[in-house]
């Protein structure tokens, strides 16, 4: 069993950062490969970064590419998404998810654990 909780979102100006952190518990969290999702009112959740579970594979929504960077510290149990260049349109919940294997996926359904979500708004 693993428990994410996530922290660090919040209000910030379009063009500004926020770095936004999932804590998880259990032995094998270096096992695991990571996720970011976000969901918008009215929207399906959506894929943002993955890593996995060494670090040595990450992957970006497009929309994200250049802008987010996806990091984790196994030794730490913690992955950590830092924004940048932030836009109106990345306006959503943040969630962290973790997944049974090794590889990194971009569906939600592929994901055993999730946590509770943080809010991140970007004002125009």
């Known amino acids: 069993q693993v428990q994410l909780v996530e922290s660090g979102g919040g209000l910030v100006q379009a063009g500004g950062s926020l770095r936004i952190s999932c804590a998880a518990s259990?032995?094998?969290?270096?096992?695991?490969?990571m996720g970011w999702f976000r969901q918008a009112p009215g929207n399906e959740r959506e894929f943002v970064a993955g890593?996995?579970?060494?670090?040595?594979?990450?992957k970006y929504e497009d929309s994200v590419k250049g802008r987010f960077t996806i990091s984790r510290d196994n030794a730490k149990n913690t992955v950590t998404l830092q924004m940048n260049s932030l836009k109106p349109e990345d306006t959503a919940v943040y969630y962290c998810?973790?997944?049974?294997?090794?590889?990194?996926?971009?569906?939600?359904?592929?994901?055993?654990?999730w946590g509770q979500g943080t809010q991140v708004t970007v004002s125009s």
């Open positions: 259990g032995r094998a969290f270096s096992s695991y490969a």
């Open positions: 890593i996995s579970w060494s670090g040595g594979f990450i």
């Open positions: 998810a973790a997944r049974k294997d090794v590889l990194v996926i971009t569906t939600p359904g592929g994901y055993d654990y």
